[in-house]
């Protein structure tokens, strides 16, 4: 029998809620870019801005997944890299959304289970972006590789007028 | 690509696929510094062999979920709506794999003045392995009909069709 990991501790996270909080920065045309350029898709409407404002568009947008990736390093927040020295450090922080505190598994590895996404509209250039983050659930699975803990994450994202972008369901697997 | 309407789509067909790559580890570096994610997996090496035991460096999930989402935008066109997506992150792909982001349609019906799809969707490398099973729901436009308005409100769906 593993190691209960859903201590009280734990299970009191169910259902906690972040504040809704803004993206380190409004979307930026450079970094829209970026992403469509690694992700190899070239539609028009991330960079072409003429035939995007005649789309129904309206003006250049970002790919719909972009706002998952908006809230960057802040610059007042430590340097992960700091870390890289420690031979165990993966280089990845366990604060997993900001405003939701860190759920207190001391268990190594963090893998990425998945995600389920309800897409309503793309974020603009130059919009701002907010996320409202709450843990759903918290639950443990003892397998043949030892205890496995599923963080089952909520996020809705909105513009500055409060237009829902998208909403996700992300879940983590600690190991 | 030419809108796809709702009356085009047969029950079990494909639906086109997207293929990336083959992937190397800079395609995996340009993502990783573009969304400044430092997981060390997808760029040390020693890292990623030695103390987590992949066989190598390993492609990001969150690159991989684009793609999926770009097969669903892709298909919908500008006339449709790729609104729903679930998917998990089952199997690692690396270096020197070719990645088809694929979709089967396994159900449709008309609601209101459009047309719902549901898809099987998946990520598959040159071998016919899958790596990011899930399905998606994707709103299409009607032949007669509207484009599916923009921004999407799945409230749309629940309207009566106009006569």
């Known amino acids: 029998m593993a190691l209960d990991y859903i201590t009280a501790e734990v299970k009191a996270l169910i259902g906690v809620e972040s504040a809704r909080l803004e993206a380190t920065h409004p979307v930026e045309a450079s970094e829209v870019r970026r992403f469509f350029q690694a992700t190899m898709d070239p539609a028009p409407r991330y960079w072409d801005a003429a035939r995007a404002g005649r789309g129904r568009y309206g003006a250049l947008v970002a790919p719909l997944g972009f706002p998952v990736h908006a809230f960057r390093r802040p610059p007042e927040r430590a340097d992960p890299l700091d870390a890289m020295g420690e031979a165990d450090f993966d280089g990845r922080e366990r604060t997993l959304r900001a405003g939701l505190p860190a759920v207190p598994v001391p268990l190594p590895r963090l893998l990425n289970g998945g995600y389920e996404y309800e897409f309503f509209r793309h974020a603009r250039v130059g919009e701002r972006i907010f996320r409202k983050s709450r843990y759903r659930d918290i639950y443990q699975r003892d397998g043949k590789s030892g205890a496995m803990v599923f963080l089952v994450i909520e996020d809705v994202y909105t513009n500055e007028a409060g237009e829902p972008l998208l909403k996700s369901v992300n879940t983590m697997i600690l190991r | ?163």
């Open chain 2, 1 to 163: 690509m030419a809108q796809v309407y709702f009356e085009d789509v047969t029950v079990g067909a494909a639906i086109p696929d997207l293929v990336k790559g083959p992937m190397s580890t800079a395609h995996i570096m340009r993502w990783s510094a573009a969304m400044e994610n430092w997981h060390r997996i997808h760029y040390d090496w020693r890292y990623a062999t030695a103390h987590d035991k992949l066989p190598d460096v390993v492609v990001n999930g969150s690159w991989k979920q684009h793609v999926m989402i770009q097969l669903l935008a892709d298909w919908a066109g500008e006339g449709g709506w790729p609104w729903k997506l679930r998917f998990q992150f089952r199997g690692m792909n690396l270096p020197g794999e070719t990645l088809t982001a694929w979709g089967r349609v396994k159900a449709k019906e008309a609601r209101g003045r459009f047309g719902v799809v549901e898809l099987e969707i998946g990520l598959r490398n040159e071998k016919g392995e899958e790596g990011t099973p899930g399905n998606a729901t994707v709103v299409l436009p009607r032949r007669d009909g509207p484009p599916v308005p923009y921004p999407f409100d799945p409230r749309v769906l629940d309207q009566a069709a106009v006569s």
